[in-house]
């Protein structure tokens, strides 16, 4: 015997508009999903920021996901025009319409804003999914954007991804703690040192060659969190941007203005 619940107190389905859905690429929604959704909170005491905020105006479509420690924006013009519109949604129904693109290898996906305004459908092929969209508002990401740097460095994605990992193993008995030492060259080459350190396992140091502009700096950052930000990007370079030991640093790939990663440094020797 399986017992079950009356068929009216399943939820809803909300009312939308068919004519009304927007059309979107599926591989340029999902890839952007996939370059912020990461960066959303898990801890729900602050739900707004276990959402993306998806913003639509004109033929600009834009995705934002923070934490509070870190933040991930993706831009992309489109050839349809939207309507002025900003919403919130949960970073986990976003990762579930990943999912169902790569079940259903849809080639579009519709998105539909029902009409009590409080609700997200996205359609793909024979699937829908509806979420709740999050009340509040969201933070003022614009204002935490660095204007310009003192440090810029351009180095190869994969070994600085490489380094990261290696610099893990003892960065994660000493709170994700490591080092960034960057140090320019003559004619723009220089270095770039991985320095981590912990009372447990002892300390190691990755040397990698890099193009570095500007001043020296040591920077410290969580380590798990740019190793998020380096597996987004699937440019071979990726640009670090910085101002000082304290400020946050804009990592992006190279020629891609459109996708940032603004990740805030970690406090080291007291500063």
Partial sequence: VVKGIEASEFPTIPEFDVSSGISLDANTLKEMIQNVAFAASVDDSRPVLTGVLINMEGKSLSMVGTDGFRLAICRVDLPVTFAKKQMIVPASTLKEVVRIIGATKASKITLFLPLTGSQVVFRCENVQIVSQLIDGKYPDY?????KGYKTRTVIATADLLKACKQASIIAR?????????????????????????SDETGASEIELDATIEGQELEIAFNVKFMQDGLEAITAKNVVIEANAHNT????????????LYVLMPMHIDGR
């Fill in 142 to 146: 614009q204002a935490i954007l660095p």
């Fill in 173 to 197: 008995e000493g709170s994700n703690v490591v080092r960034f030492h960057l140090q320019p060259g003559p004619n723009q080459t220089g270095k770039v040192k991985l320095l981590a350190e």
């Fill in 248 to 259: 946050p640093a804009v990592i992006r790939s190279t020629g891609e203005e459109e996708k």
